[in-house]
C-alpha cells in the first residue's frame, strides 16, 4: 500500500519516535524514512494503524475519538527495533504541549543521537544510544552531554569514549528508575 507523505514522519502516526529508531539512522536499502516518509512503503510492511489515521484524514491515532482503540492493545508491552515504552507517554506529551512543540523537543534529541552516533559509537552502541535518548528525558540526556563534555579528553580512542557514554547514559538512567533494554 501506498501511504500520504506525512509532514512529519520522525514522529510516527501511532507515537513512535522514528527519528530516535536505528533504522532511521542506517544507510543503505534498510533505512527506514520514519512514518510515511518518502519510500517508507519500500522497507515497512503494511500498517494498520497508519492506513487507518490516513483514511479518516489524520496526522496522529490521538486526535482520533476512538483513541486509544483496539489496535493498541498489548502495543506497548514489548518492543520491535525501537521501543514502545512511552509510546502512550509521547502521544499525551504531544497533545500537552502541540504538535508545534513536540517535533522541537524530538529535533533536539535527533541531534543529539546524531552527534553520539558521529563522535561516541564504537560500532557497538547505535541501538543503545537510540533507546537512551528516547526514554530519558530532554534535560538528564542534556545532563549526559555535559558530562561526556567533561570527563571526554579530546583525543581519547573511540571505544574510551563509547564506554564513558555508555556509562554516564547506564547512571542516568539508573538513577531514573529506567531499563535501557529493548523488551522482546
Known amino acids: 500500500m501506498e501511504y500520504k507523505l506525512r ?3 520522525e514522529f510516527s502516526a501511532c507515537g513512535l519516535n522514528c527519528g530516535l529508531c536505528p533504522r532511521y539512522h542506517t544507510n543503505g536499502s ?5 512514518c510515511a516518509g518518502e519510500g517508507f512503503s519500500k522497507v515497512h510492511p503494511p500498517c494498520g494503524m497508519l492506513s487507518c489515521c490516513q483514511r479518516k484524514g489524520l496526522e496522529y491515532c490521538f486526535l482520533c475519538e476512538e483513541y486509544p482503540c483496539k489496535k493498541y492493545d498489548g502495543v506497548d508491552l514489548s518492543d520491535s527495533f525501537i521501543t514502545h515504552k512511552n509510546q502512550f507517554r509521547d502521544m499525551e ?10 517535533p522541537t ?14 563522535n561516541y559509537d564504537d560500532g557497538r552502541k547505535k541501538s ?24 571526554v579528553e579530546p583525543e581519547a580512542p573511540r571505544k574510551v569514549m563509547a ?10 538512567a539508573a538513577k531514573k528508575g529506567v531499563s535501557l533494554k529493548l523488551r522482546k
Open 105 to 118: 523537543e524530538l529535533n533536539e534529541k535527533i541531534k543529539i543521537l546524531k552527534t553520539l552516533l558521529q
Open 7 to 9: 509532514k512529519y514522519p
Open 163 to 172: 564506554a564513558i557514554a555508555a556509562r554516564l547514559f547506564e547512571d542516568m
Open 128 to 151: 543503545f544510544y537510540c533507546l537512551a535518548v528516547n526514554l530519558l528525558d530532554l534535560h538528564d540526556i542534556n545532563a549526559v552531554m555535559d558530562g561526556l563534555t567533561s570527563e
Open 93 to 102: 506529551k504531544a497533545k500537552q504541549i502541540g504538535l508545534e512543540a513536540y
Open 30 to 34: 534498510s533505512r527506514c524514512p520514519g
